[in-house]
């Protein structure tokens, strides 16, 4: 049971330091090691609390009505886009056997979702990359999850972890009271890519399993969510959209679309259709604001770190992107990046955000970051912070299912993580304000 005072404490601290202008683009921390990315092999490395300098400005922060937000969201793409879960009590497992949980990797989940309940939203988005996903191995022939040594056994156990690892992250969420809206992330379906390579037999049945993948995210992630209006065809149990508020209209959307020969970042044609049709209804209400949230930024470039750096096919050409501008979407969230840029055209505001929660450089780049979005009429004001780390051990790695992408074998968190950008936004797409990270990025 989490201690309330705490958190009513970590929420004013939090609160306090996003509304502050003297806050960090980048985040200073002093360490033993000059290096600028702590991954290397070498042992235990402690980093002071980071600085947070001022941020640049642009604009003038209007003031903020007094009271509660008509509506409050917190997005963290990318979160956790690893395999972290105690696998121990699984009868599998005997000792002996490694595992991918441990003391410090509870502190981070404990310290960030802690943060993310202080903050108070009303919905959690996750734009994707719930997990790392390279399931239907066995690298270390440990058999927790089963044998994998033909593909029928390695469909077996790549349900068995699916099953596993997505109900973990779920659960994580609804201890705390969160609700989550989730999107599919490329992790979530096995990683990219899907076709060629150096690994072609993995990646060919990792093509061949994308719904095994799909099937498993929907019935461990999404089933629990109010779906509301689902698209018929591949994306029925990957993509929604529903009022989240009665004046904001959430739709997530499924930008994986596999073929006989690979996986291609566009909706296919029904969800297509079905999208130009919500987002129609939502303009004949009348609705004020209306957000869509998806795995990969169309608008590029965008900053980005430890990322094969995905977009969607056609970017801003694509029919996807002339639908939005077509009804007049507001708001696109998007992760998969590991960094924070702000991008505008055609009258959408695009934010690019998120990290991994094992990544392990001095400042937190590539690192969990979230944005929070608190919605007051016609103006939302949103904020992003970014966690930094205390401690990285680079002595070994934490034990996963597949034989590459391991994480360091500990890490730990500062709390009040601090603000990397802030903007003001009005519902006709005025860019009222930015500072730091936020301030819209030219590329």
């Known amino acids: 049971m989490r201690d309330p005072m705490r958190a009513r404490a970590l929420s004013r601290t939090v609160v306090a330091t996003g509304l502050a202008l003297a806050t960090a683009t980048t985040i200073a921390a002093t360490t033993s090691a000059s290096a600028e990315d702590a991954s290397g092999r070498g042992g235990v490395r402690y980093y002071d609390r980071p600085v947070a300098p001022l941020l640049p400005q642009r604009g003038l922060e209007p003031v903020r009505p007094v009271g509660p937000a008509d509506y409050t969201f917190l997005s963290a793409p990318d979160f956790m886009n690893a395999d972290v879960a105690d696998v121990s009590g699984l009868p599998t497992w005997h000792r002996g056997l490694p595992n991918s949980w441990n003391s410090s990797y509870a502190q981070m989940v404990d310290t960030v979702l802690d943060t993310f309940q202080a903050e108070g939203p009303d919905d959690v988005f996750v734009a994707g990359d719930l997990v790392e996903g390279h399931w239907g191995e066995d690298a270390d022939r440990t058999g927790i999850f089963g044998p994998a040594r033909t593909n029928a056994q390695r469909k077996a156990a790549l349900k068995r972890t699916a099953s596993f690892y997505f109900s973990q992250w779920r659960q994580r969420f609804e201890a705390r009271g969160l609700p989550v809206l989730a999107a599919l992330g490329d992790h979530d ?42 698209p018929p065809g591949p994306a029925h149990g990957t993509a929604f959209a529903t009022y989240v508020a009665p004046e904001v ?91 924070i840029s702000v991008r505008r055209a055609d009258g959408i505001t695009q934010v690019s955000h998120g990290g991994t929660l094992q990544m392990a450089t001095p400042n937190g780049r590539g690192a969990t970051n979230y944005a929070l979005g608190q919605i007051y009429g016609d103006r939302l004001w949103l904020r992003d912070n970014r966690f930094a780390p205390r401690m990285v051990d680079t002595s070994a790695e934490l034990w996963q299912v597949g034989r590459t992408h391991r994480p360091v074998v500990r890490k730990e968190i500062w709390d009040e993580p601090p603000a990397q950008g802030h903007l003001v936004l009005t519902s006709d797409n005025q860019l009222l304000y930015s500072d730091g990270a936020f301030i819209p990025y030219a590329g």
């Open 249 to 339: 209209l959430l739709v997530t959307v499924d930008v994986f679309r596999s073929t006989r020969r690979d996986v291609v970042t566009e909706l296919d044609p029904q969800q297509l259709r079905w999208l130009g049709r919500v987002l129609a209804a939502a303009n004949r209400r009348g609705t004020d604001w209306i957000i869509v949230q998806g795995h990969t930024p169309v608008i590029t470039p965008v900053r980005t770190y430890g990322s094969s750096a995905m977009s969607y096919t056609g970017g801003t050409r694509s029919a996807f992107w002339k639908v939005m501008v077509k009804n007049r979407v507001d708001l696109y969230l998007n992760g998969e990046v590991h960094d």
């Open 189 to 230: 379906i096995g990683d990219n890519p899907w076709a060629g390579g150096r690994h072609a037999a993995d990646n060919r049945f990792k093509l061949h399993q994308v719904q095994t993948f799909k099937r498993a995210f929907f019935e461990k992630v999404m089933a629990a969510a109010r779906l509301g209006n689902r």
